[in-house]
């Protein structure tokens, strides 16, 4: 079966300090991945998503992904983090359900906490 | 403005009540899902459409019942069997069922057992 590790549950950077969000994956096949946002006491947003090709994703709000097959990762980054970025950031790599539909598993998260 | 849209809010029950969360999408998309999320445990998918008429057991079913009557629409009750329903839960949709569509998600409901 398929799983995500966030291993960082909390990170704090400065306003304008790059960030990179670590996400790693299990999964037997090609992987989808999948990066979510989450306000506090709102739905996800995506951010980015990766299928095939090249490795390197862009997404909204300035975020870029990097899928690498060797290390099984997935890691989120930016290269200057503004205050609005603070949020909860979700990684997730996409199956097919055994009786059809498209499964997310998610990981439990980054809280990004930027200081001003 | 095309979107999800989850009601209410907020919901309270008290214990051995059923609730009904709503859960209505403009997109026409034709799967939807709920799912799930607890401090520090990410989501947990509880139950997947993808057909009017159609539904399936997602991880943690137990406790849970939806229908599926209109493409729109797809209700999760949180029956009194579920014995720790006090959760933040989100509904979502997809064009299709593969793997690589993109899941849309609504606000989410806050429910909280007294």
């Known amino acids: 079966a398929q799983s995500v590790t966030q291993p960082d549950i909390h990170i704090t950077v400065s306003e304008g300090a790059s960030l990179e969000l670590r996400c790693n994956y299990s999964?037997?096949?090609?992987?989808?991945l999948f990066w979510y946002v989450q306000s506090p006491g709102q739905g996800l947003q995506l951010l980015l998503k990766?299928?095939?090709?090249?490795?390197l994703v862009q997404g909204i709000k300035g975020f870029e992904a990097e899928f690498k097959r060797s290390q099984s990762s997935f890691n989120l980054r930016k290269p200057s983090v503004h205050w609005s970025d603070a949020a909860e950031y979700f990684c997730a790599v996409g199956a097919i359900l055994t009786g059809g539909g498209n499964k997310l598993t998610f990981g439990t998260g980054t809280q990004l906490k930027v200081e001003l | 403005d095309g979107g999800i849209t989850q009601s209410p809010k907020y919901l309270f029950r008290k214990e051995g009540q059923n609730v009904t969360l709503s859960c209505e999408q403009n997109?026409?998309?034709?799967?939807m899902y709920w799912y799930r999320q607890d401090p520090g445990q990410g989501l947990r998918l509880i139950y997947y459409?993808?057909?009017?008429?159609?539904?399936q057991k997602g991880d943690i079913a137990e406790g849970y019942s939806v229908s599926r009557e209109k493409k729109e629409s797809f209700p999760l009750t949180v029956t009194s069997a579920q014995k720790n329903p006090t959760a933040f839960y989100l509904c979502?949709?997809?064009?299709?069922?593969?793997?690589?569509?993109?899941?849309?998600f609504g606000p989410g409901t806050r429910l909280t057992v007294l």
């Open positions: 990766y299928f095939s090709g090249d490795t």
């Open positions: 459409s993808q057909i009017v008429n159609d539904f």
């Open positions: 999964y037997g096949a090609t992987p989808y």
């Open positions: 979502a949709s997809s064009i299709r069922v593969t793997s690589t569509d993109t899941q849309y």
């Open positions: 997109l026409n998309h034709d799967a």
